[in-house]
């Protein structure tokens, strides 16, 4: 197991290197730190800069989805591209803060098995006022649908009596239903959702996962990073330590607080010296992911039919079999993984076999085209009968022991004509490239993404040199 280096701010780490050890590859290296730090703007070397604006920093990048032109200002509820987007997510007022909005409201937090009847009773609130309340419109109609977790708030008069209720319909929107003299009223809020530019860089010590938190990155956002690559990369076998990533995307943030992950608009992964890229677009019917010279990420096959855990053999033409204790050809490759762990169809095909056997127990092969073939041995469960088509990423059954193994684990093998290629190594059909009439914006759309791209690697250049693990936007 590898020591994580700990993550060292930019700021922090020319202190550390000008402290009392200072030596002259340490003024080179802070030199260097410096001069990319302009680059980045981490450094501004002018003396009294002039005020950043949301507005200069969008003309810097403009992300998919967004017209170059569009105003900062608009309503959040005028558009898609309506959103607010800047370098740096402390450089955005926090307005319409949370002790604004919730000043004097009681907020009940949906436990299991509580009503909205329930919840109302133990208010001392009349059972008639919520039918009042429900057949006011469509909205209040489906306010007994609660979920689990949900919260809603209320605000009572002073004698203790209904005063208004507060229940969120989305991240932007929610209703209020108030009680006065006049009777019932119900109102529509909308909330501005802040969507914030944010970068990491990340070097792979010993685990992705470990790299993502050290870099400030969340685990469903690696668990995006890694879905982004997934058509080039097996994130079990062939990550090392080294690899490293750098990712451009957003937070979004609503009432001054943290909502949740945004997208990632593009990355760079570089897996064995060997350096993967791609910019998000919009294409089709919806948004993917390209490569620099605008070919989709996705392809026909997937490197891994499940998401990535651990290795326990590969493909060996003489591997030693650990029950029969003889030399037995192992055609394919073993991901060790927790019994129950989905797997999925590498890609689109039909379900030529799905049956159980002494020693490959439940299993499932498929058919694609080009005289393709998929085998996915050792299942718990099959999700798929013979003759079904199926979907690449389906899911067609669960990690097992079934058969002749000696614990949990898929077998997976990739046969082309008849003939057993390692699923590691073995060529796919490279993707379609975006039609020509698209090319231009998506040109226009990538270069600068790919211009801040190549400044994050240098950063992370810089980093992996002088010994700093990982970087993520402060």
């Given at each position: 197991?590898?020591k994580?280096?700990?993550?060292?701010?930019?700021?922090?780490?020319?202190?550390?290197?000008?402290?009392?050890?200072?030596?002259?590859?340490?003024?080179?290296?802070?030199?260097?730190?410096?001069f990319?730090?302009?680059?980045?703007?981490?450094?501004?070397?002018?003396?009294?800069?002039?005020?950043?604006?949301?507005?200069?920093l969008?003309?810097?990048?403009?992300?998919p989805?967004?017209?170059k032109?569009?105003?900062?200002?608009?309503?959040?509820?005028?558009?898609?591209?309506?959103?607010?987007?800047?370098?740096?997510?402390?450089q955005?007022?926090?307005?319409?803060?949370?002790a604004?909005?919730?000043?004097?409201?009681?907020v009940?937090?949906?436990?299991?098995?509580?009503?909205?009847?329930?919840?109302?009773?133990?208010?001392?609130?009349?059972?008639?006022?919520?039918?009042?309340?429900?057949?006011?419109?469509?909205?209040?109609?489906?306010?007994?649908?609660?979920?689990?977790?949900?919260?809603?708030?209320?605000?009572?008069?002073?004698?203790?009596?209904?005063?208004?209720?507060?229940?969120?319909?989305?991240?932007t929107?929610?209703?209020?239903v108030?009680?006065?003299?006049?009777?019932?009223?119900?109102?529509d809020?909308?909330?501005?959702?802040?969507?914030?530019?944010?970068?990491?860089?990340?070097?792979?010590?010993?685990?992705?996962?470990?790299?993502g938190?050290?870099?400030?990155?969340?685990?469903?956002?690696?668990?995006k990073?890694?879905?982004?690559?997934?058509?080039?990369i097996?994130f079990?076998?062939?990550?090392?330590?080294?690899?490293?990533?750098?990712l451009?995307?957003?937070?979004?943030?609503r009432?001054?607080?943290?909502?949740?992950?945004?997208?990632?608009?593009?990355?760079?992964?570089?897996?064995?010296?060997?350096?993967?890229?791609?910019?998000?677009?919009?294409?089709?019917d919806?948004?993917?992911?390209?490569?620099?010279?605008?070919?989709?990420?996705?392809?026909s096959?997937?490197?891994?039919?499940?998401?990535?855990?651990?290795?326990t053999?590969?493909?060996?033409?003489?591997?030693?079999?650990?029950?029969?204790?003889?030399?037995k050809?192992?055609?394919?490759?073993?991901?060790?993984?927790?019994?129950?762990?989905?797997?999925?169809?590498a890609?689109?095909?039909?379900?030529?076999?799905?049956?159980?056997s002494?020693?490959?127990?439940?299993?499932?092969?498929?058919?694609?085209?080009?005289?393709?073939?998929?085998?996915?041995?050792?299942?718990?469960?099959?999700k798929?009968?013979?003759?079904?088509?199926?979907?690449?990423?389906?899911?067609i059954?669960?990690?097992?022991?079934?058969?002749?193994?000696?614990?949990?684990?898929?077998?997976?093998?990739?046969?082309?004509?008849?003939?057993?290629?390692?699923?590691?190594?073995?060529?796919?059909?490279?993707?379609?490239?975006?039609?020509?009439?698209?090319?231009?914006?998506?040109?226009?759309?990538?270069e600068?993404l790919?211009?801040?791209?190549?400044?994050?690697?240098?950063?992370?250049?810089?980093?992996?040199?002088?010994?700093?693990?990982?970087?993520?936007?402060?």
């Amino acid at each position: 197991m590898f020591k994580l280096i700990p993550q060292i701010k930019a700021n922090e780490f020319i202190q550390r290197l000008l402290g009392s050890s200072f030596t002259r590859n340490g003024l080179l290296v802070a030199a260097l730190f410096i001069f990319t730090g302009i680059a980045m703007g981490l450094v501004n070397p002018m003396p009294d800069p002039a005020p950043v604006t949301t507005e200069s920093l969008v003309k810097e990048i403009i992300l998919p989805g967004q017209d170059k032109n569009f105003s900062p200002a608009t309503s959040p509820d005028q558009g898609t591209n309506s959103v607010t987007l800047t370098a740096d997510a402390e450089q955005i007022p926090e307005t319409n803060s949370p002790a604004n909005l919730n000043t004097g409201w009681d907020v009940i937090r949906v436990a299991s098995g509580q009503t909205l009847d329930s919840i109302f009773r133990s208010r001392g609130y009349n059972v008639s006022l919520l039918h009042e309340i429900i057949k006011l419109n469509k909205e209040t109609k489906n306010l007994p649908r609660l979920r689990l977790g949900q919260e809603l708030l209320f605000k009572d008069q002073p004698d203790g009596s209904f005063s208004q209720l507060r229940v969120e319909l989305g991240e932007t929107r929610f209703i209020t239903v108030s009680l006065d003299e006049e009777g019932l009223s119900v109102a529509d809020i909308y909330r501005e959702v802040d969507r914030r530019q944010q970068h990491a860089t990340g070097i792979i010590r010993n685990s992705l996962f470990v790299a993502g938190k050290n870099a400030g990155l969340s685990d469903s956002m690696v668990m995006k990073l890694a879905n982004i690559f997934v058509w080039d990369i097996d994130f079990v076998l062939d990550i090392r330590e080294g690899d490293s990533f750098s990712l451009i995307y957003e937070k979004l943030y609503r009432d001054g607080e943290f909502l949740r992950d945004g997208d990632i608009y593009a990355a760079t992964f570089v897996n064995q010296g060997e350096v993967f890229r791609a910019i998000r677009f919009a294409s089709g019917d919806g948004f993917s992911y390209f490569t620099p010279e605008g070919r989709n990420m996705k392809k026909s096959f997937l490197r891994a039919p499940l998401n990535f855990s651990y290795i326990t053999s590969s493909f060996n033409p003489k591997r030693y079999h650990p029950v029969l204790k003889r030399v037995k050809a192992h055609r394919g490759i073993d991901y060790g993984a927790p019994r129950g762990t989905p797997v999925y169809s590498a890609g689109d095909g039909k379900v030529i076999r799905s049956a159980y056997s002494k020693y490959n127990g439940h299993h499932v092969f498929i058919q694609h085209a080009n005289g393709i073939v998929t085998k996915y041995l050792h299942f718990t469960k099959r999700k798929v009968k013979s003759g079904q088509r199926v979907r690449q990423g389906q899911t067609i059954g669960t990690v097992g022991s079934t058969g002749m193994v000696t614990g949990p684990h898929l077998h997976y093998e990739f046969v082309v004509n008849g003939v057993h290629r390692n699923p590691r190594t073995v060529k796919l059909p490279k993707a379609e490239p975006l039609p020509a009439a698209e090319l231009p914006e998506f040109k226009r759309i990538a270069e600068p993404l790919i211009t801040q791209l190549n400044q994050l690697d240098q950063v992370q250049l810089l980093a992996q040199n002088t010994g700093v693990s990982n970087a993520k936007a402060e």
